[in-house]
């Protein structure tokens, strides 16, 4: 039986770009299409083709494992046809491992979907072709962490996905967009159509989007590939568009005169995140970042060490102090015996979290080099999005942002409980002209 690759898989003509490019050579593209475009069948097909041409370990990662399973393993298209069903069964050995969403060709080639929200998975491992679906969503730890691998064997990796604001998607666009070593296309509704020459979203599909409620600035990075807007949801995207425009991101370096406090978001199955932070006058300097997962305390106190600052406060939420079951010691004391001696952070209800650090913005300045980690995480923490209701829920949706997100949480929190009887009355009233630091969009 003679078997085509691709399988039951016919490209649009809008399509055929990305693959020509990749087939006369490119190692890395840049896919920014709009929603409904066909970008995981796309990419898809074209990686079960380079597993048929090349024995290897391939990897298509999402910002979950759940969507992945979600989309790919029991996505099925507007056809009909499940994405599953373009690996031929006649190249399979033995049975698709679904616990793993693992695939084994019976050349010896491993398809796998993996959830970048659990990246220290993916270590010590070698695959030479890699997709990075919904990417402005991953945490772009993981292209760092899988990088160097690719460089090494020659392998490839793809990027598709839509835009979220100015966050780590922008960046990669606008490199491989200058970059001439990159594939790069943007493709919004206007630049995709079908066989017969209709388009692939119409225009009167955009028109009951909005008449159903969907936010302008969605149907914009959705549809018409904008990055102008702050990221969907995003709690604190103004703030740092604000903080870029008057400069206070860039080189904040450490400065010897001043202690360096941290504040901390300690994980046990999650990662743990650290900011560090000097003070100086009414300005909130955030020097440096750190963040991993898959470590014990000993680890990090080894990094404070490891750094070339002078402490003063240790900051932690709350749970610090639960106690573990197997040595019946809390965190806080294992802390202290590796000489972190942490002040507790109170619990607050999350909102009340999120606008303390919406007050403390307009002192905040950010070593963009050294935070670039932590500045990611804040531009891509939102609010969880309720695709039934089509509108965000007043909660933050829990990825890997939220680690940075939550140690910025507690050093707003300590610092303003620190400051209670501390500052003037009029204190949240500067001179006129200034920013009130309670409101930076008061006068808005």
């Known amino acids: 039986m003679e078997i085509t690759i691709p399988y039951k898989y016919t490209p649009r003509e809008y399509q055929l770009p990305l693959l020509d490019a990749l087939d006369s050579g ?7 299409w709009h929603r409904r475009a066909g970008k995981d069948l796309t990419v898809l097909n074209f990686m079960i083709k380079k597993m048929v041409e090349q024995v290897g370990v391939y990897y298509y990662f999402f910002p979950t494992y759940a969507l992945g399973k979600k989309i790919i393993w029991d996505g099925i298209d507007k056809h009909g046809v499940s994405f599953l069903s373009h690996f031929p069964k006649e190249y399979i050995d033995g049975k698709p491992n679904a616990s793993e969403l693992k695939i084994k060709l019976k050349n010896g080639s491993i398809f796998q979907i993996i959830g970048t929200d659990k990246y220290d998975l993916i270590r010590g491992t070698n695959p030479i072709g890699c997709v990075f679906s919904e990417y402005s969503y991953q945490n772009p730890i993981v292209w760092d962490v899988i990088r160097p691998i690719l460089r090494e064997n020659k392998g490839w990796a793809v990027f598709v996905y839509t835009p979220q604001g100015h966050n780590h998607g922008y960046t990669l666009y606008e490199m491989a967009r200058r970059n001439p070593k990159w594939f790069c296309q943007s ?6 159509h079908l066989e017969d020459g209709s388009f692939v979203i119409t225009p009167e599909d955009i028109e009951e989007e909005r008449a159903e409620g969907m936010d302008e600035d969605l149907i914009q990075q959705e549809y018409y590939i904008s990055f102008e807007g702050s990221l969907s949801g995003s709690y604190y995207g ?13 080189n904040v370096p450490y400065e010897e005169g001043l202690k360096v406090h941290t504040a ?6 999650d990662a743990t995140a650290i900011w560090f932070y000097q003070k100086h006058g009414m300005e909130i300097r955030l020097i440096d970042y750190y963040e991993t997962s898959g470590e ?11 750094k070339p600052y002078v402490y003063g406060e240790h900051y932690a939420p709350f749970d610090i102090e639960v106690r573990e079951l197997g040595s019946g010691k809390s965190r806080l004391e294992v802390a202290r ?3 972190i001696n942490f002040r507790v952070v109170k619990a607050f209800p999350v909102e009340e979290g999120i606008d303390t650090v919406r007050r403390l913005f307009s002192r905040i300045w950010m070593d963009e080099l050294k935070c670039r980690q932590g500045l990611n995480a804040l531009k891509s923490y939102r609010k969880e999005y309720d695709e039934k209701k089509k509108e965000f829920k007043q909660r933050p949706y829990h990825d ?3 680690h940075g997100a939550d140690a910025l949480k507690y050093l707003a929190l300590s610092y303003f409980e620190e400051q209670k009887g ?15 630091p309670f409101n930076p969009f008061n006068n808005e």
């Open 26 to 32: 490119y190692k890395r593209a840049v896919a920014v």
């Open 187 to 192: 493709l919004s509704i206007s630049d995709t």
């Open 238 to 250: 103004k703030w740092l568009t604000r903080a870029e425009k008057e400069g206070r991101i860039g």
């Open 264 to 269: 901390w978001d300690l994980g046990i199955g």
């Open 296 to 306: 014990g305390l000993l680890h990090y106190a080894q990094v404070l060490q490891s």
């Open 337 to 339: 015996e590796l000489g």
């Open 400 to 402: 890997w942002s939220s």
């Open 422 to 436: 501390n500052y003037d009355k009029n204190w949240e009233k500067e001179e006129e002209g200034r920013i009130d």
